[in-house]
């Protein structure tokens, strides 16, 4: 079984910066993909960033693409997202999910294609 810790949110200002880490225990990480999703207030979750564990591509929604760096470290066990010039509407709850199945080809960018998840961390940005 593997549990996923979330860290790193907080309130920032709008154009500031933050950086989530997930990290994993219960065993070492060596899923498909690992993403990066939030959920706004009112709103569905929805997904934000991916990357492939083996060999490192990595894949963004367009309202992220240019700001958010999704990146992961093997010996630490841990995937991070870099947050740069944060916007109002930035502001979610993010958590960090991985994708254990069997897969080839591309990284799965949906919710329900992630079998565990982390309790997710809240980001806010003020305007």
């Known amino acids: 079984q593997v549990q996923l810790v979330e860290s790193g949110g907080g309130l920032v200002q709008a154009g500031g910066s933050l950086r989530l880490s997930c990290g994993a225990s219960?065993?070492?990480?060596?899923?498909?993909?690992m993403g990066w999703f939030r959920q706004g207030p009112g709103k569905e979750r929805e997904f934000v960033a991916a990357i492939r564990w083996r060999g490192g591509s990595t894949y963004y929604a367009d309202s992220v693409k240019g700001r958010f760096t999704i990146s992961r470290d093997y010996a630490k066990n841990t995937v991070y997202l870099q947050m740069n010039s944060l916007k109002p509407e930035d502001t979610a709850v993010y958590y960090c999910?991985?994708?254990?199945?069997?897969?080839?080809?591309?990284?799965?960018?949906?919710?329900?294609?992630?079998?565990?998840w982390g309790q997710g961390t809240q980001v806010t940005v003020s305007s």
């Open positions: 219960g065993r070492t990480l060596n899923p498909y993909a």
């Open positions: 999910a991985s994708d254990t199945h069997m897969r080839w080809g591309p990284v799965a960018l949906s919710v329900p294609d992630y079998d565990y």
